[in-house]
Every structure is written in C-alpha cells, then in structure tokens.
C-alpha cells in the first residue's frame, strides 16, 4: 500500500537528485535551477508526511460534514421521512375512501391520485438516498487511492513536467474531500 509507494517515491527522489545534479553540470536550465533543487529538497521531506497531511485533510473534511448534519439537526434521512409522514397524516384517509364509496364525485380519484404522489415521493426519497450511499462509497475508495498515491504526488510537485500530476491529483482530493 502506501509503504511501497513512499519506498517508490525515496527512490524516485533520489533518482531526482542524481538528475538535478547532472542537470548543473551540464548547465540544463529546467532541472539545474535551484528552484527545481529547493523543491526536490522540500519534497523528500514531506514524501514521509503525506500519508499524515492527506489524513489531516480527509478528517476535518469528515468533521465539517458533521458539523453541518448537526447544525441541521442530526439525521437529514430520518428528518425528510418526518416530514413526509407528517404531511401524510394531515389526509384524512377515511374520508376520501367514503367519498369514493358513495356518491361523493372526485373522492376515488383524490384518493388515488393522493395515494400515487405519496407513492412517487417514497421512490425518489429512495433514489437519492441510494445515489448518495453510491457516491459515499466511492468517496471513500477514491480517499484509499489517493492516499496510497500520495507519495508520488508529492514528487510530482517538485518538477515542472510533472507538476500538472500534482495540480490534478490535488484539485480531485480536495474536490471529493468537499464533497461531503
């Protein structure tokens, strides 16, 4: 997992430095700067802190979510189905069933179309919440990988053809981190 990433990673680095070496010998400007080397330096560094940051991160994304969930007042699935049962109890029922049994015109349909909406409500109540167990799951699989690769987006940072990795790597963890 990451262990074997970040040991990819130390030898990548020290591949890096062998090439930004040359790269001043040799007088190449886009590895030989010293801004390539400061970089390089900074990210042997926190190549061995990325697993700690990404999880810095992930956790007070997780604590913003539940600090919005209990600013709303605890469980939103329970409270949507609160609201819906409430609504749901205001019908009188039994009134429109004797409506339709006798005379009473419109009842039977009032009674079936009410019954219909109620019905239709439930089933996209029910997909939401299966499209948000979906993209929660997902979030949590794509925080694994990012994590594990981690290492290597850190080193992608120090070089700037590689650097496009990183920017993408990083605008995707935090997009999902703020998903939530």
């Not at 939103?76 to 019908?91: D, R, W």
């Not at 009674?111 to 996209?124: D, E, N, T």
């Not at 997909?127 to 981690?150: K, W």
Request: with cysteine; aromatic share 16%; glycine share 12%.
């Amino acid at each position: 997992g990451w262990a074997q990433v970040r040991d990819l990673t130390n030898m990548f680095i020290v591949v890096g430095f062998i090439i930004v070496g040359i790269s001043f010998a040799l007088r190449i400007s886009e590895y030989g700067s010293k801004k390539v080397l400061i970089g390089l330096i900074a990210v042997a560094l926190l190549v061995n802190f990325s697993g700690l940051l990404c999880g810095l991160i992930i956790d007070g994304t997780n604590i913003l979510t539940n600090h919005f969930l209990q600013a709303g007042g605890g469980d939103v699935g329970v409270t949507i189905l609160q609201s819906f049962e409430q609504q749901e109890s205001t019908i009188d029922w039994n009134g429109l069933q004797r409506k339709a049994g006798g005379d009473g015109g419109d009842g039977g349909m009032a009674y079936l179309g009410m019954k219909v909406f109620f019905a239709i409500s439930y089933l996209m109540v029910a997909i939401v919440f299966f499209y948000l167990v979906i993209i929660i799951v997902a979030r949590q699989a794509l925080f694994g990988i990012f994590f594990v690769l981690s290492p290597l987006a850190f080193f992608c940072w120090a070089f700037p053809p590689t650097k496009s990795l990183w920017t993408k790597w990083w605008e995707n963890f935090i997009k999902w981190g703020l998903l939530t």
